[in-house]
């Protein structure tokens, strides 16, 4: 070659791509095992924060005391979807991606697997003596009965002018494809499921009911194929909740046990039945289960205005802020009472104790000795009427707080108040009475129409990578000539030689042995 066709050669730059090109690369990229594998492992690790970090749509009120504890980090939590991780934008980005990958695997394997079915064992070599398991022996064996010992140990077989060719193992290449099938089946009935299921909680206080309708719920959350028809027309009334707590040892306090007690009807019309409803033993109806989460205490309050009115009477949902004692946070508004409205910030004790330095706390989570605290008593404008949501553990709004006139602080009651003891605001502003303590729980209320079929999906994907691990395909030959036999055989499986050793002495035996001892 010349300076100048080097210099020309040189000169020539490599083609580029194009759109199609980098279409194809791709969607190669994409489609191939290793990517398939990786984007596995990125789905199982990002369902990791839905179990570290507490979930809106299962324990929102450990969302709200987040909130309360540390605003900052929630925010930060918010931001990035970490409260809603199975219904954030990312999580999708990964399930479609994982989707659409294991649907490039399974094509082009499926037609690869159609094929080797179709395929018939390749004729036996020349030399079987070089292949790495070989045998001879002398005898009068036909190429009809090698080939019909053979089949009996479930060997696919062919044969031909003197030689027999049989081939085994095919499941493992079953097992592998359906294990794939199985992972693109459990994402279709996961994602069947988001369609057409939904969830939602709610809180309910003992003596109170539900009714499984959309506006029954503290928080719903819908698949878009989801109506307010959709939902199965049952209700319930919990009548009781008992929990029971280690009395003593180091571990006291600690929760052994809880249930809640309902009065169901499956239907409008339906006959009630009672039923018991404990931690990881839901309630089902009609394929809607309902799951007991969680608990706290709802002492009672009766409150009474400054015109001598009962402006308020009931139990008040406390939000707990010890879980070991139970010592909980209680919010009560009182938008009715005249002349103006009233709130409080109590702190509900379970079992109040004094301390040394004048104050009390709970030493145990049961109500044993139940009293309330009151932090704080005011009046004014608590926002409830200007049209804004608000958080039922909150007060009123931080630019309303400064406007409130503070009628009691947590420094003028040292004393709590007991079960039937009341305090008298001052300038005649009303009282507060603690009559009784009531318990609530939250519920978890889930319909998921994918569920069985995931749950199949799932088995299937457990046995199928079973067989495609266990099972090996191997290759056995057989040449018959002049009364001499000669046996060959391979794995087309690496690492399993070893285990085929055993197995190929087995095959020699029979072939070798009389009619009358073949198994």
């Not at 104050?359 to 139940?370: E, L, M």
């Not at 079973?466 to 191997?474: P, V």
């Not at 690492?495 to 055993?502: C, I, M, N």
Request: aromatic fraction near 10%; charged fraction near 20%; include cysteine.
């Amino acid at each position: 070659m010349t300076v100048d066709e080097l210099e020309k050669a040189r000169a020539v730059k490599p083609a580029g791509l194009g759109p199609l090109g980098w279409l194809r690369w791709a969607w190669r990229t994409l489609t191939s095992m290793k990517t398939a594998l990786i984007l596995l492992f990125l789905f199982a690790l990002a369902s990791v924060p839905g179990s570290l970090v507490p979930q809106r749509g299962v324990e929102p009120d450990k969302v709200a005391r987040l909130y309360q504890e540390n605003p900052t980090l929630a925010e930060w939590y918010d931001r990035l979807q970490l409260f809603d991780v199975f219904t954030s934008v990312w999580f999708a980005a990964i399930y479609l991606l994982l989707f659409t990958s294991l649907i490039g695997c399974i094509i082009p394997r499926t037609s690869t697997y159609l094929r080797e079915l179709r395929r018939r064992p390749p004729a036996a070599p020349r030399n079987l003596s070089r292949l790495p398991h070989s045998a001879a022996f002398s005898g009068d064996l036909t190429v009809e009965e090698a080939a019909r010992r053979l089949r009996k140990r479930r060997f696919r077989v062919d044969t031909g002018d003197g030689w027999v060719a049989a081939e085994k193992g095919y499941l493992r290449e079953t097992g592998n494809l359906v294990f794939h099938i199985s992972l693109l089946g459990l994402l279709v009935a996961v994602g069947f499921g988001s369609l057409y299921g939904y969830r939602g909680n709610v809180l309910i206080v003992e003596g109170d009911g539900f009714a499984n309708t959309v506006a029954a719920y503290d928080r719903f959350i819908p698949g878009s194929q989801v109506s307010a028809e959709s939902l199965e027309p049952f209700a319930f009334q919990l009548t009781d909740f008992l929990a029971t707590y280690q009395v003593e040892g180091d571990k006291k306090g600690q929760e052994l046990d809880f249930s809640a007690f309902l009065k169901v009807n499956d239907s409008p019309g339906a006959s009630e039945r009672p039923y018991e409803l404990k931690v990881n033993e839901p309630l089902e109806v009609n394929g809607t289960q309902t799951y007991l989460i969680g608990h706290g205490y709802a002492p009672v309050f009766r409150i009474t205005d400054g015109k001598g009115e009962v402006a308020f009477e009931g139990p008040v949902p406390c939000l707990i802020e010890d879980r070991p004692t139970l010592t909980s946070g209680c919010v009560v508004k009182v938008p009715d009472a005249q002349p103006q409205q009233l709130g409080f910030l109590l702190r509900f004790l379970p079992t109040s104790v004094p301390l040394t330095d004048g104050g009390h706390a709970s030493a145990f989570p049961g109500a044993i000795q139940p009293e309330v605290q009151v932090l704080g008593a005011f009046s004014g404008d608590l926002g409830m009427r200007s049209g804004k949501p608000q958080s039922v553990y909150e007060l009123a709004p931080p630019e309303l707080m400064s406007k409130l006139t503070p009628l009691v602080m947590g420094t003028a009651v040292p004393k709590p108040l007991a079960v039937g003891q009341s305090l008298d605001l001052p300038q005649e502003a009303g009282k507060l009475e603690f009559t009784g303590v009531k318990e609530w729980i939250t519920l978890q209320i889930a319909y998921d129409p994918g569920r069985v079929p995931a749950l199949v999906f799932a088995a299937l994907a457990t046995v199928s990578i079973a067989l495609s691990l266990t099972i090996r395909r191997r290759r056995v030959w057989v040449r018959v000539k002049d009364g001499t036999v000669e046996v060959g055989g391979l794995t087309r499986t690496e690492g399993s030689a070893a285990g085929f050793a055993e197995e190929f002495d087995d095959i020699v035996k029979v072939l070798s042995a009389g009619d009358k001892d073949v198994r």
